[in-house]
């Protein structure tokens, strides 16, 4: 083989490989299965972790007096809860809870347009007048703001509902994993 070959074969091999790594890394998982006969068949599964909230993961803002409040966790892997509903036009208080590092501790809300540094100001003040979505600053992880005229009149149940019909609305992130991992 002429040297000239030898390294585009190499830089083949090399191609190879990296698509290979990418692939496991991003989600691409063996799964056993057990036949009827008793059998172990393996299976290759393409199916990648979702980012929609589970049905349960909903929490309702308190109100007290002129202002509502809810807590979220950091978990260095995102946030908990995944959807949060809030009164409109009422100053809301998100209060922080840091666990774990990642880069879910820089945080970017649209409401006020800038990157918040968590670990210097975990509580983070806005006056919510539409339903929007709070991610990480890489945009990896998120969660969302349901924001309704009267949260008196919140029916969990129903939002639980709308998430586990529609969990695309709910998307939380517009990727899982990658450069946004817990150290």
């Given at each position: 083989?002429?040297?000239g070959h030898?390294?585009?074969?190499?830089?083949?091999?090399?191609?190879?490989?990296?698509?290979?790594?990418?692939?496991?890394?991003?989600?691409?998982?063996?799964?056993?299965?057990?036949?009827?006969?008793?059998?172990q068949?393996?299976?290759?599964?393409?199916?990648?972790?979702?980012?929609?909230?589970k049905?349960?993961?909903?929490?309702?803002a308190?109100?007290?007096?002129?202002?509502?409040?809810?807590?979220?966790?950091t978990?260095?892997?995102?946030?908990?809860?995944?959807?949060v509903?809030?009164?409109?036009?009422?100053?809301?208080?998100?209060?922080?809870?840091?666990?774990g590092?990642?880069?879910d501790?820089?945080?970017?809300?649209?409401q006020?347009?800038?990157?918040?540094?968590?670990?210097k100001?975990?509580?983070?003040?806005?006056?919510?007048?539409?339903?929007?979505?709070?991610?990480?600053?890489?945009?990896?992880?998120?969660?969302?703001?349901?924001?309704?005229?009267?949260?008196?009149?919140?029916?969990v149940?129903e939002?639980?509902?709308?998430?586990?019909?529609?969990?695309?609305?709910?998307?939380?992130?517009?990727?899982?994993?990658?450069?946004?991992?817990?150290n």
């Amino acid at each position: 083989m002429k040297k000239g070959h030898v390294g585009i074969a190499i830089i083949a091999l090399s191609v190879v490989l990296f698509v290979l790594v990418v692939v496991a890394v991003n989600g691409t998982e063996q799964a056993s299965a057990i036949t009827s006969e008793g059998n172990q068949d393996t299976a290759l599964s393409t199916e990648t972790t979702s980012t929609a909230p589970k049905a349960s993961d909903v929490t309702v803002a308190e109100v007290s007096g002129e202002t509502q409040s809810v807590t979220i966790n950091t978990t260095g892997a995102g946030y908990e809860p995944k959807v949060v509903v809030v009164q409109k036009g009422v100053p809301a208080s998100f209060e922080f809870n840091l666990q774990g590092r990642g880069c879910d501790q820089l945080i970017v809300f649209p409401q006020i347009n800038k990157e918040i540094d968590l670990t210097k100001n975990p509580v983070v003040m806005v006056t919510p007048t539409e339903d929007f979505q709070v991610s990480c600053s890489m945009g990896m992880y998120g969660f969302q703001v349901k924001v309704v005229d009267d949260i008196n009149a919140v029916d969990v149940n129903e939002i639980q509902n709308d998430i586990a019909n529609n969990p695309s609305l709910y998307s939380t992130s517009g990727n899982s994993g990658g450069c946004c991992s817990s150290n």
